[in-house]
């Protein structure tokens, strides 16, 4: 250790690394002045500059997310050894400073989502006006549950990638920092761990395996902002209204803003995409299709957790859509027909609240088949309004739990009398 008080302060200190010891120091810092604050010590930092270059051992690391985060939802359990080279300039780091973090248990929880495994750390100050603090962190491989570390595991993956970057100046370091944390093809051992976010039993997964690759952006409370997320699932069971459907799915999910405030997120754009379903024990000529595209979609997070959505619906046929409202021997003989009338594009307004699916406004078309029809599913009941028409025979249906009445003298007019179950502007209305 070596001081020179001659005009200004120049302080010199080394300590040599020894096997074993994870302890190194070599700093040369230069401070304006001789005056020494003994009462506010913190004073010298905005007079100091230099260079100080070391390695220690620290029993805990989470000081270093604590520097970018408002909330602690990124945490370096345990100790580790941090390696620094930093460059001083009056009291602020400097461009080219760095830290190295080789190895720490890392925990990261987004979205109700925690996700653990063994990281390791890079930190740099980029050059720029202001200059730029980016931390890079590496999980090569990791954990994800859901509810804790003792929940359900949602995916296992490999190569988590989540960077921290915002101002480099101290005093500025949380107020815009931002994250972007991104994994590829993770693997979904069970699909049946996601129906804790489905609610009700209007649409459950039954079994199935998938793989899930996300990329997001949040920030300094660890709050999304946008990103996407794209999960495949191979062999899916699941029961959607009553239906018995196993096939192979892939959702797209976009979240294109956030209104953290009101707690509303945009989600339009989002597709769910059905390949090679088999419905109940139907004997069908070719495997059902089917795709679901939100043009408009909204989530209020506030309880009750709520979707309000547009979407266009693609189908190869349209017969999961009448299974729903009855069996094949419930409709008419010309109505059999309607089943494997071909591809049929659609469009409907939808509400999802607490396992509750409201569909209202439902409209279908092909050159055969002409659909309307609004539906309510709430629970084990299913109601709802049905007319479908095909050339000059129409016929309309109306449902109440197991009770179906047919209408079939006047069955468009008997349609169109029968009361919305949304406003069609999707506002909240007759379906609270």
């Keep these: 250790l070596q001081m020179d008080a001659a005009q200004d302060i120049r302080l010199q200190a080394r300590l040599p690394a020894r096997e074993g010891t994870a302890a190194s120091l070599d700093a040369d810092l230069h401070i304006t002045g001789r005056k020494i604050p003994f009462r506010e010590p913190a004073q010298l930092i905005e007079r100091t500059s230099g260079r ?65 495994g063994t990281a390791s750390a890079h930190g740099e100050l980029k050059p720029g006006t202001p200059t730029r603090a980016v931390l890079d962190v590496r999980v090569p491989r990791f954990n994800a549950r859901a509810g804790g570390d003792k929940g359900d595991t949602l995916f296992d993956g490999r190569d ?75 062999g899916a069971r699941m029961q959607v209204a009553g239906l018995d459907l196993l096939g192979n799915a892939q959702v797209d999910a976009t979240l294109r803003r956030g209104d953290f405030k009101q707690r509303y997120f945009d989600l339009s754009g989002t597709s769910v995409q059905l390949r090679n379903v088999q419905v109940g024990q139907q004997d069908r ?3 059902w299709q089917g795709r679901v595209q939100f043009k408009q979609g909204r989530i209020d997070a506030q309880a009750p957790f709520r979707v309000d959505a547009n979407a266009d619906l693609t189908m190869s046929d349209a017969g999961p859509l009448l299974a729903v409202f009855a069996e094949r021997g419930d409709y008419p003989r010309w109505g059999l027909s309607l089943l494997d009338a071909g591809q049929v594009n659609a469009s409907t307004r939808l509400r999802w609240q607490a396992g509750h699916i409201v569909l209202d406004g439902l409209q279908a078309e092909n050159e055969r088949l002409s659909l309307r ?60």
């Design 160 to 234: 988590l990638a989540l960077q921290l970057s915002g101002d480099g100046r101290l005093r500025e370091f949380r107020k815009d920092m931002r994250a972007r944390l991104r994994f590829n093809n993770a693997t979904i051992p069970d699909l049946t761990a996601y129906n804790r976010y489905l609610g009700g039993n209007q649409v459950r997964l039954l079994g199935g395996t998938g793989r899930l690759t996300g990329d997001v952006e949040l920030d300094t409370d660890g709050r999304i902002g946008h990103g996407t997320a794209t999960l495949l699932g191979s």
């Design 52 to 116: 100080v270059q070391g390695e220690w051992t620290f029993t805990s690391l989470n000081w270093i997310p604590a520097l970018f985060l408002n909330k602690p939802w990124l945490q370096l359990d345990g100790g580790g050894t941090v390696r620094a080279d930093l460059q001083l300039q009056q009291g602020e780091l400097a461009a080219g400073s760095t830290v190295d973090i080789p190895e720490a248990a890392a925990v990261a929880e987004v979205a109700g989502v925690r996700m653990a």
């Design 373 to 432: 029809a609004r539906l309510d599913l709430r629970e084990q009941n299913k109601r709802g309004d049905l007319y479908v028409r095909w050339g000059l025979l129409g016929a309309g249906m109306e449902l109440d739990g197991k009770q179906r009445q047919w209408h079939l003298a006047g069955a468009r007019d008997w349609f169109d009398g029968r009361p919305a179950l949304l406003p069609a502007d999707g506002s909240p209305g007759a379906a609270d």
């Design 285 to 287: 000529k070719a495997p």
